[in-house]
């Protein structure tokens, strides 16, 4: 983490801040029913947050570790997603919120399944599909993945672990019921027994944000730059903590914070801001839904004072279309794009190139030498329209050297003026194949 660079940053001094003011809420209750959690220290809080770039910021107290319990549960999602794919997955487990506590006996009365893989019934079962050819080798499986996504080796706290087995009747009876309805297919003691080791793994507040951080970096883990778990399965994980991650409060939580999070009776709470940052809060004293009071509070106000809302979705800040023109007498047309294309941005491009292409078939030169990425529907997107104007019988150059999937059959150039002349002769012969397509003079 980079925050003790000597003088004080924005963010480390916004997280600071946010410190300063919610460290005085004295509200909420310490978890006791697993008993080793109750000795926790209800002082400690600490935020960290990590951003797409590997640029580490935090305050308060982030060396502490503590058992991870329910944050678990959208990682070990996330593992059994890539080793099964979803539709394997969703036999076993739903995707929809629950409304009920996480803790509760229900299974849907048709299929058996739990609602969801946040519950604690849904987590179960998830754990137990991890493929493995006994527990021993499944519970490794799942504390390496941990580890791969905090981007450092994890560890299981052997004396939560058993106060949660001298304790976790509920769970057991649960994992059985599973069994009974035939989601489960392991065995429910040693299922359940996995789920507790799982639940007792400890990390900080530092390494919880790097969790986040590879969710919101499409499944890369941002310091490291391993990849964890495939793009669609990062996502699918988000969807899940947007609906079904802050326990009774996820309606709330996704109105006022509008983030996908997870929280864990540890007062544990991480939250993703999707191609920006992870950010994690540890500060033990929940509230009655079992969120961590302070962090709740100060992750409110953080998506507020910096527009996090997900249902803002800021479209491209910056032109993304700064040069639209013609030449030789509107038979050429040149668009220049920069930034990142998205969506957005591809829509504008392509607006642009439609307004400012020749009614007959002319020549395009689209500039892409300053655009500094694409996404994969910004990409599909500019090569359907490419290959469109191609059969119309425009003469097309891409300027710059983007990673196109099939890179057509325009041409290609590295420089914008070159291009421009080659564009320029190349006009008469536009012009012929238009007036005889056949080529027959
Ligand atoms: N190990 C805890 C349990 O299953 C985790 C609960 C939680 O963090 O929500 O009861």
């Given amino acids: 983490m980079s925050s003790s660079r000597g003088g004080v940053d924005v963010v480390t001094e916004a997280l600071a801040e946010l410190h300063g003011r919610y460290g005085a809420l004295s509200e909420g209750r310490v978890a006791d029913y697993i008993p080793q959690l109750a000795f926790a220290d209800r002082d400690c809080f600490g935020l960290a947050l990590m951003s797409m770039d590997g640029h580490g910021y935090r305050a308060g107290r982030c060396g502490v570790s503590f058992t991870l319990q329910s944050l678990t549960k959208p990682f070990v999602l996330a593992l059994v997603l890539a080793e099964l794919g979803a539709d394997e997955v969703r036999r076993s487990v739903g995707a929809e919120p629950s409304g009920e506590a996480y803790n509760a006996i229900s299974l849907d009365a048709v299929t058996g399944r739990p609602a969801n893989p946040m519950i604690n019934a849904g987590a179960i079962a998830v754990t137990a599909l991890v ?13 390496e993945c ?21 304790t976790g009747d509920r769970n057991r009876a649960l994992a059985y019921l599973m069994r009974g309805t035939g989601v489960l297919r392991g065995d429910p003691g040693e299922s359940v027994d996995t789920y507790f ?6 990390a900080t507040v530092t390494d919880l944000a790097v969790m986040g951080a590879t969710l919101a970096n499409g499944g890369i883990n941002p310091v490291t730059r391993e990849r964890v778990v495939p793009e669609p399965v990062a996502v699918q994980v988000l969807s899940v903590m947007a609906m079904c991650g ?6 709330s939580w996704m109105l006022n914070v509008g983030l996908p999070a997870k929280s864990g009776v540890s007062g544990g709470l991480v939250a993703v801001s999707p191609d920006r940052f992870g950010i994690a809060v540890h500060s033990p004293p929940l509230d009655a839904v079992g969120n961590p009071v302070r962090g709740v509070a100060a992750l409110r106000e953080l998506s507020e ?3 996090l809302h997900l249902m803002r979705n800021a479209a491209p800040g910056a032109p993304t279309v700064p040069l639209s023109t013609t030449t030789n ?6 668009i220049v794009a920069q930034g990142r294309l998205d969506f957005t941005a591809a829509e504008r491009v392509l607006f642009a190139l439609e307004q400012r292409r020749a009614g007959a078939p002319g020549a395009i030169v689209l500039a892409l030498e300053r655009v500094s990425g694409m996404d994969s529907s910004a990409k599909a997107m500019l090569e359907r329209a490419l290959t469109l104007l191609m059969e119309a019988g425009h003469d097309v150059t891409v300027v710059g050297d983007l990673p196109f999937r099939t890179h057509g059959t325009w041409k290609r150039s590295t420089d914008r003026a070159q291009a421009l002349t080659a564009a320029e002769r190349a006009l008469p012969a536009v012009q012929d194949r238009h007036r005889d397509p056949d080529g027959n003079r």
């Fill in 131 to 143: 493929p493995a050819t006994g527990p021993g080798e499944r519970f490794a499986r799942i504390l």
């Fill in 146 to 166: 941990l580890g791969r996504f905090a981007g450092r080796a994890l560890y299981v706290d052997e004396d939560v672990y058993r106060s949660e087995v001298a």
């Fill in 197 to 202: 080791r799982q639940c007792a793994v400890r």
């Fill in 246 to 251: 802050m326990y009774d409060a996820a309606g």
């Fill in 305 to 307: 004072r910096f527009g």
């Fill in 329 to 334: 007498g509107g038979r050429i047309a040149l």
